[in-house]
C-alpha cells in the first residue's frame, strides 16, 4: 500500500533548496524522517498537506495531487505541527471537541472522541484545565490527541518528543507505536534526535541539507556490522593487556570505553577472530566477560562508519 509518494519533490526559498529533489515511496506502518536541525523535515510534511507549493516536483498523498487537492489531503491526515499551536485559555477538551467538529464530526461525536482520545494521551485527568498551565510534555500530548481525535487515515507528526525529558520521550514513543501498530494508521514521524525513532520505525528515511541520504527497512540500519565488542574481567590494565596481545596476534583493535573495538573486516578470515579472542584470554588467564557483535546505527551514515562509544 503506498501512502505518500514523491517524485524530485523541491522547495525552494529564494537561494536556499530546503528540499532538494526528493523521490521516494512510504508504505504502511510507521516511518520516521531524521535529520538535524534544518534539513527539510518540517518543509516536506508541509509540502505533502498543501500548505506549502513545491518548486518543483510532485507528490501524492492517499491518492491525492498536492498541488491541487490540498483540502481533501487535510481532511484525511491528522497534523500535529512542530511549534507550539494551542490556545492558552481554552481547556483541552473543548480545544479537541472544537478540533474534532471542524473535522467534521457530529457534536455528540466529538464529545466522545475527544473524551477517548485525552485518556489515550494519558490526560484524562487534566482534560478541564486551561492548556496554557500544561508542561511541555503535557502540551506535547494534546498536540497529538487533536491530530488523532477524528480517526484520520494518514498521521503526520512534526517532531512530537521536543522539548519533553527523557521518560515523557518514551511514553510518547509508545504511544506512536500504538497509533501505528495497533490501531494501524500509517505515520510519518520526525525528529532531530538521529537514534530516537529506530525502535518504533518499520521504515527510515534520512534527509541531510535537503538531500536524501537514505530510505530503509529500520532493520537495514542495525544489522552487524563485523565488528567484535569485547569486554575482560578486571581495570584497565586487564583490556590493555589483552589489546595489546590482541593486536600483536594481527587483529586490529583499539580500546572503547570499558570495552575493546575489534575490526576483523579487513582480515583473510574474518570469522576466526572470535576464535583468538577466546584463546587470547585463556593464554593471559584473562576474564572474558563477553565477545558482542555490533549492530549499525542510524547515526553511522552522517559519520561513514560504525558509530563509537
Ligand atoms: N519560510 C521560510 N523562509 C526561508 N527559509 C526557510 C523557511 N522555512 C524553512 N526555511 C529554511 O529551510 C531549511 C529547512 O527547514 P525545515 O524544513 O524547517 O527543516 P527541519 O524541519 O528539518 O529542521 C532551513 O535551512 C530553514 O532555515
Ligand atoms: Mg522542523
Not at 295 to 308: C, L, N, S, V
Amino acid at each position: 500500500m503506498t501512502v505518500i509518494q514523491t517524485a524530485g519533490l523541491t522547495k525552494q526559498y529564494g537561494s536556499l533548496i530546503a528540499l532538494n529533489g526528493l523521490s521516494t515511496t512510504i508504505g504502511a506502518g510507521i516511518t520516521g524522517l531524521v535529520g538535524a536541525n534544518g534539513a527539510g523535515k518540517s518543509t516536506l510534511i508541509k509540502l505533502l498537506l498543501g500548505l506549502l507549493t513545491p518548486s518543483s516536483g510532485d507528490a501524492a498523498v492517499l491518492g491525492h495531487d498536492i498541488r491541487t487537492q490540498g483540502t481533501e489531503i487535510r481532511r484525511l491526515v491528522g497534523y500535529m505541527p512542530e511549534h507550539d499551536c494551542l490556545p492558552p485559555d481554552v481547556r483541552a477538551i473543548d480545544f479537541i471537541v472544537h478540533m474534532g467538529r471542524m473535522s467534521g464530526l457530529p457534536p455528540n461525536v466529538a464529545r466522545e472522541r475527544a473524551a477517548d482520545t485525552l485518556r489515550h494521551v494519558g490526560l484524562a485527568d487534566e482534560r478541564y484545565r486551561l492548556m496554557g498551565s500544561y508542561s511541555t510534555g503535557m502540551k506535547q500530548r494534546a498536540k497529538l490527541a487533536q491530530a488523532i481525535t477524528h480517526h484520520p487515515k494518514l498521521v503526520l507528526l512534526d517532531e512530537p518528543t521536543n522539548g519533553m525529558d527523557p521518560a515523557s520521550r518514551d511514553d510518547m514513543l509508545t504511544l506512536v507505536s500504538k497509533i501505528g501498530h495497533d490501531f494501524g494508521i500509517p505515520v510519518l514521524v520526525t525528529s532531530h534526535l538521529l537514534g530516537e525513532l529506530e525502535r518504533v520505525s518499520d521504515n527510515i528515511i534520512v534527509l541531510d541539507g535537503g538531500t536524501l541520504l537514505r530510505s530503509q527497512a529500520t532493520s537495514a540500519f542495525t544489522e552487524v556490522t563485523g565488528v567484535l565488542l569485547v569486554e575482560v574481567l578486571g581495570e584497565d590494565q586487564s583490556q590493555h593487556r589483552m589489546g595489546e596481545a590482541l593486536a600483536a596476534q594481527g587483529l586490529p583493535c583499539r580500546p572503547r570505553g570499558s570495552l575493546i573495538e575489534v575490526d576483523p573486516r579487513g582480515l583473510p578470515e574474518p570469522a576466526k577472530a572470535r576464535d583468538t579472542i577466546r584463546d587470547t584470554a585463556v593464554d593471559l588467564s584473562l576474564g572474558l566477560v563477553r565477545i558482542q557483535a555490533e549492530h549499525g546505527q542510524i547515526q553511522d551514515i552522517f559519520r561513514g562508519e560504525p558509530a563509537r562509544g
